[in-house]
């Protein structure tokens, strides 16, 4: 059983049924709903001539400020060109020469090189979510919409066996029941909204996190929050999900100023300037002392790196940093 209907979720669900398991996807909104549908600019994968998995490792390590699991970096840069074939195998559409047939690729902020594939300009989530949710239907994988799942059932021996859930549908099945498995993948996403704006969508809540936690799971790195670094935050009443400034347009030479007008995130007009322009990598937060500046979020970023530990957190976000393409 695979809990989740993203990219993860529907990857895995695929995979499992070629290898010839019996599979069910239990998903809490829609298939397509999920951070996988909102994904603009594309998949980072040393796909271009020239390219290789150790420099997209060099420049995901720089561009991590020693916060990352190399292990983990390194299975993402060796096994991602394989992962986009196989995208492509399945159906997704990636944004093509038309003499050539290769993926066109174009660079983004941390990348020294053309690495980003990219689908129906920036529409690149939407695409390989219609790509997978058509290739699950056509598998003939059973799938369960609109299912809230709860809690992870286990047996004796502590092993997981299925889930409890909550179908709120309007179809075939409704009510609140339970699903057994031989094996459960949460495949849940983040857990973004629990911030008051976010660009991640409603469904983001962090309940797979909090069903795997209470069933004995030890999980890590939950200060990890995927968040936008260009957001069009609509104001002192803003909640839930907030437009996202397309990364193209930092892309095209769009400068990030504060509210004042002042720029940051300067640089020079390629590779540094994707680097906060107050923080080193090595620079350690203002708030708390940690080597986490990435994290800092909650403090003007012309003020330096600084996260809510060690002072009390504004009851609003900071001055909302906008993009000009001065
Ligand atoms: C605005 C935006 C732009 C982005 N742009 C890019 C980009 O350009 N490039 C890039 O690489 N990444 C980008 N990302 C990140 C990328 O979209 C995610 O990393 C990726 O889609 C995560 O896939 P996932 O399958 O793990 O999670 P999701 O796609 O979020 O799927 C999680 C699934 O779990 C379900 N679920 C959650 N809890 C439960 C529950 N209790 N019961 C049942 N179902 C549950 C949800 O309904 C959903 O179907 C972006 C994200 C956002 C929000």
Redesign the pocket.
């Known amino acids: 059983m695979v809990?989740?209907?993203?990219?993860?979720?529907l990857t895995a669900a695929l995979r499992c049924a070629a290898a010839g398991a019996k599979v069910t996807v239990?998903?809490?909104?829609r298939l397509d709903?999920?951070?996988?549908r909102?994904?603009?600019?594309?998949?980072?994968a040393a796909l271009g001539e020239g390219d290789t998995p150790e420099q997209h490792l060099d420049d995901t390590l720089v561009a991590g400020a020693g916060l990352c699991a190399e292990r983990a970096v390194r299975a993402l840069v060796t096994e991602g060109p394989d992962a986009v074939r196989r995208l492509v195998d399945t159906g997704a559409r990636f944004d093509a020469d038309d003499a050539t047939g290769e993926i066109l690729l174009t660079r983004e902020g941390g990348h020294h090189r053309r690495r980003i594939a990219h689908a129906g300009g920036d529409a690149?989530?939407a695409e390989i979510s219609r790509a997978l949710v058509e290739a699950v239907r056509a598998a003939g994988i059973d799938t369960v919409e609109n299912?809230?799942?709860l809690d992870l059932l286990k047996d004796g021996s502590g092993r997981a066996a299925g889930v409890t859930l909550h179908v709120m549908g309007e179809g075939r099945r409704d009510g609140v029941g339970a699903v057994l498995a031989d094996a459960v993948v949460l495949?849940?996403?983040?857990m973004g909204q629990i911030y008051s704006a976010t660009?991640?969508?409603a469904?983001?809540?962090g309940?797979?996190v909090a069903?795997a936690l209470r069933a004995g799971a030890e999980v890590s790195d939950l200060e990890f929050v995927?968040f936008?670094p260009t957001v069009l935050w609509l104001g002192p009443e803003a909640e839930g999900q907030q437009p996202?400034v397309s990364?193209a347009v930092r892309g095209e030479g769009a400068h990030l100023v504060d509210a004042d007008g002042v720029r940051f995130m300067r640089g020079s007009t390629s590779w540094p300037s994707w680097r906060p322009v107050t923080s080193s990598p090595r620079a350690s937060c203002g708030g708390c002392g940690s080597a986490a500046p990435s994290t800092c979020t909650w403090t003007p970023a012309t003020s330096g790196p600084r996260c809510g530990r060690g002072a009390s957190r504004p009851s609003s976000p900071p001055a909302a940093p906008t993009a000009s393409t001065r």
């Open positions: 809990v989740g209907s993203g990219v993860a979720g239990v998903t809490k909104a709903d999920g951070s996988t909102w994904a603009q600019g594309g998949i980072a690149t989530g299912a809230l799942v495949a849940t996403g983040g660009t991640n969508p469904v983001s809540t309940d797979g069903l995927q936008h996202l990364e």
